[in-house]
């Protein structure tokens, strides 16, 4: 039973698209042998059953079949490969309100503009983490009060059919000071309040990349890059930063430099 069952393919691990593929493969060949005998038939569509569900798939090679044959758009169906709805005008607007060119001594192109960063810090001491609630989130997401509830620990649902979550009271911290900067300089930078909801969740992430320092202890942030390799999707660069101190996950961002 060991030798068959494939943990890297089963349980939380299974890929949905694989699993859709081998199943209508499964269905094809069985009910082409049930022309020709229909106890043979069920047979194999059994024993193929038993494979899927002990493997992962029934075809040798299925995860790298789905990732280069598969359109992306049934990937998405099975929540591969996101849409960004995020257009690059809000992004350019977004970075000419915190970004500035870098100097010599950094390899990045881009970098806060130090004057952000400094009011970002400055709101980031003076914001408790146990204080933050409802009403900042709306106003993080520039949306009504009312349509924000909180659902526990650093969780709230929007609008009714929105979740938005943070990795620890850290991240929150710091999205709800860098958005309430960001709404003070609107009027002469361009806009918060104008920007869709995904492009400042994700402009609000990427900011946290920017942060050396714990928001919410003031220790070390650890930063890491590693290779992903993901079912159906081609491998990825990974970016986390955690706190050293009390262990705080500040981000994890895809394809991040």
């Known amino acids: 039973m060991h030798s068959i069952r494939q943990p890297a393919y089963t349980g939380e691990n299974r890929c949905l698209p694989c699993t859709a593929v081998n199943l209508f493969i499964a269905v094809v ?5 049930a022309s020709l005998s229909i106890f043979v038939g069920a047979t194999t569509f059994v024993v193929s059953l038993g494979l899927i569900y002990l493997r992962g798939y029934l075809v040798p090679g299925t995860p790298e079949l789905t990732a280069n044959y598969l ?33 010599g001594s950094s390899s990045d192109s881009t970098c806060l503009a130090p004057e952000f960063r400094d009011a970002w810090q400055r709101r980031i001491e003076s914001t408790d983490p146990e204080g933050i609630g409802p009403r900042d989130v709306a106003d993080l997401l520039v949306v009504a009060e009312d349509d924000v509830s909180s659902i526990g620990g650093r969780a ?58 714990c928001p919410t202890c ?30 705080a996950h500040i981000v994890e961002l895809d394809g991040a430099k």
Do not use: N, Y
């Open 29 to 33: 060949i069985s009910l082409l042998l």
């Open 156 to 213: 709230f649902v929007v609008s009714g059919d929105r979740l938005v979550h943070w990795p620890s009271a850290a991240a929150l911290v710091a999205d709800v000071a860098a958005g309430a900067e960001l709404s003070a300089r609107s009027d002469r930078s361009g806009g918060w309040e104008e920007i869709g909801v995904d492009a400042r969740e994700e402009a609000l992430t990427r900011l946290r990349t920017f942060l050396s320092d």
């Open 71 to 103: 359109p992306s758009e049934v990937l998405r169906l099975f929540g591969k490969e996101p849409e960004s709805t995020v257009a690059a005008d809000e992004f350019e607007r977004l970075s000419s309100m915190t970004s500035s060119s870098c100097d």
């Open 218 to 247: 003031g220790a070390t942030l650890t930063r890491d890059e590693h290779r992903v390799s993901s079912c159906c999707q081609p491998s990825k660069t990974v970016f986390t930063s955690t706190c050293e101190g009390c262990g």
